[in-house]
Nanobody, 128 residues
Framework: QVQLTESGGGLVQAGGSLRLSCSAS????????MGWFRQAPGKERDFVAA????????YYADSVKGRFTISRENAKNTVYLQMNSLKPEDSAGYYC?????????????????????WGQGTQVTVSS
């Protein structure tokens, strides 16, 4: 079974940058689609970004387009989320997720139900 571990969260000033990492166990990582979701206290878990197993397709929530970039480095079994121009409303727990599904379209990649494997989360706090 796949295990995911996030890192890189912390406290940052508004307008600053942060880079999150998600490391996966297992040698099947390169065949998995990867996603990032976030959840603030008392709120539902929201889609942030996703990348296909090949890295050829990426998807972003409208709220982060132009500011966040998702990428993967399969040789290191790692997916990244580069976050620039951070805003206080970006503050949340950020969760990495993995899916073996081979699907197309933003609808599927934005669905939490598509991902059977989840990390424990890393906290991002943006101060104003």
């Amino acid at each position: 079974q796949v295990q995911l571990t996030e890192s890189g969260g912390g406290l940052v000033q508004a307008g600053g940058s942060l880079r999150l990492s998600c490391s996966a166990s297992g040698r099947t990582f390169s065949s998995y689609a990867m996603g990032w979701f976030r959840q603030a206290p008392g709120k539902e878990r929201d889609f942030v970004a996703a990348i296909s197993w090949s890295g050829g397709s990426t998807y972003y929530a409208d709220s982060v387009k132009g500011r966040f970039t998702i990428s993967r480095e399969n040789a290191k079994n790692t997916v990244y989320l580069q976050m620039n121009s951070l805003k206080p409303e970006d503050s949340a727990g950020y969760y990495c997720a993995a899916s073996p599904a081979r699907v197309s379209g933003s609808y599927y990649y934005a669905r939490a139900a598509m991902y059977p494997y989840w990390g424990q989360g890393t906290q991002v706090t943006v101060s104003s």
